[in-house]
């Protein structure tokens, strides 16, 4: 497949991102953008990605681009290929997502159980902190934010398996690349307003330090996620 000209149609705005330079660097900033048009489709699956292009469009030299597409694929959204360069990742299968689901199910509740026994003070504001942003960015409402509501949903996540104590199991969750991808089948407003309520519930029970009641408010957030994802499953 032939690389696409890169253009504003495509792509976030150049413009746009050279006015945050200023306040944050430049290799998360072209991170972010790239992250926000592959959630929200403006590269699809299978496009190519060119490093010279994507240069030339946000006006920077090619080694923000490189650090970029890297980290994206260690998140399992581009592809690198010897002699062929980085492309989108294709969209996951529905036998995928499912048996990620089911995994989840069986690890996750009890990873959250085990938080609300060990959380301290500092973990409880870190995951509100979480919270606060997610919702911020559910409330505006714009799919250019949902590459960033994506970040944080995975960092809610992860931050209740490192808090677990169980190494093994983040660093398995932290493969499944579930968020980003989730978000690709459907970056839709009514996601991230259903997630910030249950974020919130098992934060209650994680603060109140409720096992049983974080288990279960874990265990329905995976069957509503599931459910809301589920009708844009692509069929194996």
């Not at 998360?28 to 992250?35: F, K, Q, S």
């Not at 990742?89 to 089911?102: E, K, M, Q, S």
């Amino acid at each position: 497949m032939s690389a696409k000209p890169v253009g504003p149609q495509l792509y976030s705005s150049a413009a746009a991102l050279r006015e945050k330079q200023a306040a944050h660097p430049l290799g998360d900033e072209i991170y972010d953008a790239l992250l926000a048009d592959l959630i929200a489709l403006r590269i699809p699956p299978g496009e190519r990605l060119s490093v010279d292009a994507l240069a030339r469009h946000f006006g920077v030299s090619q080694t923000p681009i490189r650090a970029a597409l890297i980290r994206l694929e260690s998140e399992g959204l581009v592809l690198q290929k010897f002699n062929s360069g980085f492309s989108a990742a294709p969209l996951p299968g529905g036998n995928h997502f499912r048996d990620t689901y089911a995994f989840r199910a069986m690890i996750e509740p009890e990873l959250a159980g085990l938080a609300a026994t060990r959380a301290t003070p500092e973990d409880i504001t870190a995951l509100e902190e979480l919270c606060h942003e997610m919702s911020r960015l559910a409330e505006e409402s714009r799919p250019d934010n949902f590459g960033s509501f994506a970040e944080r949903d995975n960092a809610f996540h992860a931050r209740i398996a490192q808090i677990a104590g169980n190494q093994v199991a983040a660093e398995a969750l932290s493969r499944l690349y579930i968020h980003s991808n989730l978000f690709r089948l459907r970056y839709h407003a009514t996601i991230t307003t259903s997630a910030v309520s249950e974020h919130l519930e098992l934060l209650d029970a994680l603060r109140s330090k409720d096992a049983a009641a974080a288990r279960e408010a874990m265990a329905r957030h995976l069957g509503h996620s599931r459910d809301r994802v589920e009708p844009f499953f692509i069929e194996d």
